[in-house]
């Protein structure tokens, strides 16, 4: 079955520093890993994808993540957060299925709470 | 820059009622989908929708749920008699092709009384 873990329930970092949100998935074949963002009641903003290709994918807002295949991590990192970052970040992950149309499979959310 | 859009932002309903809430997907879009999240938990598919039918769902879509694309804009979701464990955020989005991202509206916001 396909899933997704997010081992941290929160992420405190202060503002200027590196951040590092961590993500582990389980997928039989190849898989399309997904980091979205939800700010205070507002929905999911996409931020980057792995499909294929480079293992370090870099999307919106100066965010980076990078694939590594032998650990199935897909953690996404920032070298230098901002305060206007803190959010709610969810890593998730599409298998391959064929001729089905691949929904996402979400992690719980890490808060992450980027300080002054 | 286009993006999927969702009425109402919050819904209030008793346990019982019929509701449907609304999608508007981007206009180029072919697949869309429906989520939920419950209150502080992850987000849970329920269901797929491509070539005006159902593509794939979850356990959640049961009975109680369906969706229509009544015209070439808008994609709904009924659920047909509420019940308390129903009050999540539904979120509604859409993808152009099966290898790019889905793009997710607002929310609308349900409260089952």
């Known amino acids: 079955a396909q899933s997704v873990a997010q081992p941290e329930d929160q992420v405190n970092v202060a503002e200027g520093n590196p951040l590092t949100v961590k993500c582990t998935y389980s997928v039989s074949g190849n898989p399309y890993l997904f980091w979205y963002v939800q700010y205070p009641n507002r929905g999911l903003q996409f931020l980057l994808k792995?499909?294929?290709?480079?293992?370090l994918v870099k999307g919106s807002y100066g965010f980076e993540a990078e694939f590594n295949k032998s650990q199935t991590s897909f953690h996404l990192k920032k070298p230098s957060a901002l305060v206007s970052d803190s959010a709610l970040y969810f890593c998730a992950v599409r298998g391959h299925y064929g001729g089905r149309q691949g929904n996402l499979i979400f992690g719980k959310g890490t808060k992450l709470s980027v300080k002054p | 820059e286009p993006e999927v859009t969702q009425t109402p932002s919050h819904q209030v309903t008793q346990m019982g009622q019929e509701v449907i809430l609304r999608c508007v997907p981007i206009?180029?879009?072919?697949?869309f989908y429906w989520y939920r999240q419950i209150l502080g938990q992850k987000v849970e598919f329920l269901v797929s929708?491509?070539?005006?039918?159902?593509?794939?769902k979850s356990e959640i879509f049961d009975d109680q749920f369906s969706v229509e694309r009544p015209d070439g804009s808008n994609f709904t979701l009924k659920i047909r008699s509420t019940k308390l464990e129903d009050s999540a955020m539904y979120f509604c989005a859409s993808k152009q092709t099966g290898n790019t991202e889905a793009f997710f509206g607002q929310g609308t916001r349900l409260t089952v009384v």
């Open positions: 792995y499909i294929t290709g480079d293992n």
């Open positions: 929708f491509y070539n005006n039918e159902i593509s794939e």
């Open positions: 206009s180029n879009h072919l697949y």
